[in-house]
């Protein structure tokens, strides 16, 4: 039983000095789903706790309690996923002994998790650890990298999600439960005969963001089913109903208005505006694995559709579709205008899109009598109305 703060600081010390021991890039205790027929399949994995980059004394922690558990802790692989037991759970209490009963401990979050695990029957639960950001191997690791995207732990697109897809179950879901669809089939009659047949909101291998994430306090989400888990949501961000929606590892990076589709990998800087309808393509559609950045304080018209990233106080009227080999007429007097305020930028007056990629300031326009797309100085300032955001 550790009793001070400074026994458990230097047993947390003694446990990372030893030749085993390893410290992970991410870890949590995960309440697992399984498969209502195969209980081995995993279908969703729940972190009350989602540490990455973070309290590393109680990543060793866990770690020694599994040892101690019985569990084999190999910290050479790139993930590891334990089962846990009474065990893992005392020996833990036994560790946090100096914070249960004291306002730190209320506020650790791992403590309440360890907390909450007392007593319990202990069967979905896991323990999950994230050594290298290799390409993940189980639904477990999988869903920790999704949570450190959603909660803005890592930066949006810093991740190795390979094969991600193949790794997670296409289920039913109904609310926050995953449903295997062969066990739909196997009791769909009895299930309607007797009135139990669930309401099922979709059928997808992810999850809704707002089932697993908590939203910043200015941020609004108007319909659950816009935002897909592994998305971000900065503060301030709005998504409205409609046209709108978030792919994972895509998101905003401060307030933005959302009535439009931000695709995956897709980036959206703070003061912009998703008009309604409009795309941005993400890098499996139609972008060359080019991942899009939209900067600071731009607009995207109504079903617009932009497939190149953009700079800060850009433009793209309504209608408007703008990829990477698009022919762009600019006057002599905006070459030297767009020159001025995007050092090393060099125009002629016909360019492809891909030449202006990333470039401020720009405002595309169709030419209503001659169709040509055109590009010139923004002369207009996007901003956000302050009492929506």
Same mark, same amino acid.
């Given at each position: 039983?550790?009793?001070?703060?400074?026994?458990?600081?230097?047993?947390?010390?003694?446990?990372?000095?030893?030749?085993?021991?390893?410290?992970?890039?991410?870890?949590?205790?995960?309440?697992?789903?399984?498969?209502?027929?195969?209980?081995?399949?995993?279908?969703?994995?729940?972190?009350?706790?989602?540490?990455?980059?973070?309290?590393?004394?109680?990543?060793?922690?866990?770690?020694?309690?599994?040892?101690?558990?019985?569990?084999?802790?190999?910290?050479?692989?790139?993930?590891?996923?334990?089962?846990?037991?009474?065990?893992?759970?005392?020996?833990?209490?036994?560790?946090?002994?100096?914070?249960?009963?004291?306002? @730190?401990?209320?506020?650790?979050?791992?403590?309440?998790?360890?907390?909450?695990?007392?007593?319990?029957?202990?069967?979905?639960? *896991?323990?999950?650890?994230?050594?290298?950001?290799?390409?993940?191997?189980?639904?477990?690791?999988?869903?920790?990298?999704?949570?450190?995207?959603?909660?803005?732990?890592?930066?949006?697109?810093?991740?190795?999600?390979?094969?991600?897809?193949?790794?997670?179950?296409?289920?039913?879901?109904?609310?926050?439960?995953?449903?295997?669809?062969?066990?739909?089939?196997?009791?769909?009659?009895?299930? *309607?005969?007797?009135?139990?047949?669930?309401?099922?909101?979709?059928?997808?291998?992810?999850?809704?963001?707002?089932?697993?994430?908590?939203?910043?306090?200015?941020?609004?989400?108007?319909?659950?089913?816009?935002?897909?888990?592994?998305?971000?949501?900065?503060?301030?961000?709005?998504?409205?109903?409609?046209?709108?929606?978030?792919?994972?590892?895509?998101?905003?990076?401060?307030?933005?208005?959302?009535?439009?589709?931000?695709?995956?990998?897709?980036?959206?800087?703070?003061?912009?505006?998703?008009?309604?309808?409009?795309?941005?393509?993400?890098?499996?559609?139609?972008?060359?694995?080019?991942?899009?950045?939209?900067?600071?304080?731009?607009?995207?018209?109504?079903?617009?559709?932009?497939?190149?990233?953009?700079?800060?106080?850009?433009?793209?009227?309504?209608?408007?579709? @703008?990829?990477?080999?698009?022919?762009?007429? @600019?006057?002599?007097?905006?070459? *030297?205008?767009?020159?001025?305020?995007?050092?090393?930028?060099?125009?002629?007056?016909?360019?492809?899109?891909?030449?202006?990629?990333?470039?401020?300031?720009?405002?595309?326009?169709?030419?209503?009598?001659?169709?040509?797309? @055109?590009?010139?100085?923004?002369?207009?300032?996007?901003?956000?109305?302050?009492?929506?955001?």
């Amino acid at each position: 039983m550790i009793k001070t703060e400074n026994e458990f600081k230097e047993a947390i010390k003694e446990i990372q000095d030893q030749p085993w021991y390893r410290q992970p890039i991410g870890f949590g205790i995960a309440r697992i789903d399984k498969g209502q027929l195969d209980d081995t399949k995993v279908l969703q994995a729940t972190y009350p706790v989602a540490n990455w980059g973070e309290n590393y004394g109680s990543a060793a922690l866990f770690l020694s309690c599994l040892n101690k558990s019985g569990s084999t802790v190999d910290c050479t692989t790139s993930e590891l996923v334990c089962d846990i037991n009474d065990d893992f759970v005392s020996f833990a209490l036994g560790y946090f002994a100096p914070y249960l009963d004291t306002a @730190i401990g209320t506020k650790h979050t791992n403590v309440q998790v360890i907390r909450e695990l007392e007593g319990k029957e202990l069967s979905n639960y *896991k323990a999950v650890f994230v050594f290298a950001d290799d390409k993940p191997l189980s639904v477990e690791a999988v869903y920790l990298k999704l949570y450190a995207l959603s909660l803005g732990k890592a930066p949006l697109r810093s991740l190795n999600l390979d094969g991600a897809f193949g790794l997670l179950e296409n289920c039913a879901w109904s609310g926050t439960m995953p449903i295997e669809l062969e066990w739909l089939r196997q009791n769909e009659v009895s299930l *309607k005969m007797t009135g139990q047949y669930p309401v099922l909101d979709m059928v997808d291998k992810f999850p809704r963001f707002l089932s697993h994430i908590i939203p910043a306090q200015n941020t609004r989400v108007l319909d659950t089913s816009k935002v897909r888990f592994g998305a971000r949501l900065a503060d301030g961000t709005t998504v409205m109903p409609g046209a709108s929606y978030i792919n994972f590892n895509a998101g905003t990076l401060g307030a933005v208005m959302v009535e439009g589709r931000i695709s995956s990998s897709a980036i959206v800087g703070d003061g912009s505006d998703i008009g309604g309808g409009a795309s941005i393509l993400g890098v499996l559609s139609g972008t060359d694995g080019n991942p899009i950045s939209i900067g600071k304080n731009t607009l995207l018209g109504a079903n617009s559709t932009t497939g190149i990233p953009l700079g800060d106080g850009c433009i793209v009227d309504g209608g408007v579709a @703008i990829f990477e080999g698009t022919k762009v007429s @600019i006057s002599d007097e905006n070459i *030297k205008k767009l020159e001025q305020i995007n050092h090393g930028l060099k125009l002629d007056n016909i360019v492809k899109a891909k030449v202006l990629q990333g470039a401020h300031g720009v405002h595309f326009r169709a030419d209503s009598q001659s169709g040509k797309m @055109i590009a010139k100085r923004s002369e207009r300032e996007v901003k956000l109305n302050k009492e929506l955001h």
